[in-house]
């Protein structure tokens, strides 16, 4: 492989990204990427056609990103935690069956409260605009807003319309992070924290939170991403050399003109740059764990 580094969290058009699968592939390879994963929201269906454009100069890890519901930890702050799960297969489709029904539901609610704003948009008028009729979301709204002229972009149409401060956003029921990391070991994935800023938890409530995710088999924490700074880098360092966790890397970058300005493989201003090749070799590892453990579970 003529690349050098690794990145774990992208998203293409599949989710919410801007940039189609081919395109991404080309931006990491100018990039001089090594490694990658499209962690697409709630679906892996990008990742045979990105294997196939990738070929040799980039190996593919399949991964997804799937949100948890963390109203045990609200406080006045809406705290996020969202896990990546690598190395899974199809079979991880019977949870995210479970996903899709309350995410569809969520769609309905929310054009309900749109309607009763006076702006009427169809199921129909979404599937349209959806980027995948099979799963569709409230940035599939946010599309339709910005085409039927409600909004300059869909970003804008997101922003003023749906996002958790609006008065239609629509909370989907999801399970607690406990239980989603030990779904997803189930599923044969290995899970990690991905922007592991974004919980909104600090002192001990982050030490006790931490400790829940360990014991429920929670595998890494993405340590290396931008909105991490030195002091948060340091502190979830720490977490992962106190339970044995993997320290991954991923910029969670989605195209478009986000600012500051992410690149696949880079980061901010080339604040990521990793090629700690023993990242990989470890999540392959946890793998080989995790499934040895869920064939002897199966034949007992």
Same mark, same amino acid.
């Given at each position: ?161 749906? +996002? ?6 629509? @909370?989907? =029921? /999801?399970?607690?992070?406990? &239980?989603?990391?030990? $779904? ?91 090629? +700690? ?6 999540? @392959?590892? =946890? /793998?080989?764990?995790?499934? &040895?453990?869920?064939? $002897?579970?199966?034949?007992?």
């Amino acid at each position: 492989m003529k690349g050098k580094y690794i990145d774990l969290h992208v998203h293409t058009n599949y989710s919410d990204g801007f940039d189609s699968i081919e395109e991404v592939i080309q931006k990491a390879k100018e990039n001089k990427v090594k490694v990658l994963s499209l962690t697409e929201h709630y679906n892996i269906s990008s990742y045979e056609k990105a294997k196939k454009i990738a070929g040799d100069d980039i190996e593919i890890i399949p991964g997804i990103e799937i949100g948890s519901d963390m109203s045990s930890y609200q406080s006045g702050k809406n705290h996020i935690c969202h896990l990546l799960a690598y190395f899974v297969d199809d079979s991880i489709c019977e949870l995210l069956d479970q996903y899709e029904m309350e995410r569809y539901e969520c769609v309905v609610h929310t054009l309900n409260q749109l309607k009763k704003q006076g702006i009427e948009i169809s199921m129909e008028d979404v599937l349209e605009s959806a980027r995948d009729r099979r799963s569709v979301g409230r940035f599939d709204i946010a599309i339709t807003l910005h085409k039927l002229g409600y909004a300059k972009t869909p970003q804008e149409a997101y922003g003023k319309y749906l +996002d958790h401060r609006n008065k239609n956003y629509v @909370k989907r =029921k /999801k399970l607690d992070p406990f &239980e989603l990391t030990k $779904k997803i070991v189930e599923y044969g994935g290995v899970p990690v924290l991905a922007h592991p800023k974004s919980l909104r938890l600090r002192g001990n409530s982050l030490q006790v939170f931490m400790r829940k995710m360990a014991k429920a088999g929670l595998c890494g924490i993405e340590v290396y991403n931008s909105n991490n700074g030195k002091n948060d880098k340091k502190l979830f360092m720490s977490f992962c050399k106190r339970y044995d966790l993997i320290p991954t890397v991923g910029s969670d970058y989605h195209g478009g003109n986000r600012k500051p300005e992410i690149e696949i493989g880079k980061g901010i201003d080339n604040d990521l740059l990793i090629k +700690d090749m023993s990242i990989i070799k470890r999540l @392959k590892d =946890k /793998k080989k764990e995790i499934d &040895e453990k869920n064939n $002897k579970t199966d034949s007992e």
